[in-house]
C-alpha cells in the first residue's frame, strides 16, 4: 500500500504560480513512477505529468510543457509540480498517483493509487 496526500493548491491569479507536493507513506517510495492528473469541473480527469522512479525521466501534457516541472525527492518520499504562468484553464482538482511501473505513464489505468487531490483555481 502507498498512502499519497497532497497539499500545496489553492487560489491564484493568471501568470502566477503554485508549488505542489506529494507527500508519501507505505512501500519504497523510489520503487515507483510517480504522475499528476487534474480535473476540471464538468470534465474527465486528466494527463498533467509524469517523472520515473529515480526521477530521470519526465513527460508532460502538451497543455502544461513549458509551464510545469515534475520533480521527486526519493530521500524525503514527496513529488512536487511546480506550475507556473498559470492560466484559467487550469484549474482543476490536482492529483497525485503513483505507479508500479519505474517509468513515465500518461495511462491513469497504470496509476493503482490516488491521493485526495488538492484544488487549484486560477483567476483571470
Known amino acids: 500500500q502507498v498512502q499519497l496526500v497532497e497539499s500545496g493548491g489553492g487560489l491564484v491569479q493568471a501568470g502566477g504560480s503554485l508549488r505542489l507536493s506529494c507527500a508519501a507513506s507505505g512501500r519504497t517510495f523510489s520503487g515507483y513512477g510517480m504522475g499528476w492528473f487534474r480535473q476540471a469541473p464538468g470534465k474527465e480527469r486528466e494527463f498533467v505529468a509524469s517523472?520515473?522512479?529515480?526521477?530521470?525521466?519526465?513527460d508532460y501534457a502538451d497543455s502544461v510543457k513549458g509551464r510545469f516541472t515534475i520533480s521527486r525527492d526519493n530521500g524525503k518520499n514527496l513529488v512536487f509540480l511546480q506550475m507556473n504562468s498559470l492560466k484559467p484553464e487550469d484549474t482543476a482538482v490536482y492529483y497525485c498517483?503513483?505507479?508500479?511501473?519505474?517509468?513515465?505513464?500518461?495511462?491513469?489505468?497504470?496509476?493503482?493509487?490516488w491521493g485526495q487531490g488538492t484544488p487549484v483555481t486560477v483567476s483571470s
Open positions: 498517483a503513483a505507479t508500479p511501473l519505474w517509468s513515465t505513464s500518461s495511462d491513469q489505468h497504470e496509476y493503482g493509487y
Open positions: 517523472i520515473s522512479a529515480y526521477g530521470g525521466r519526465t
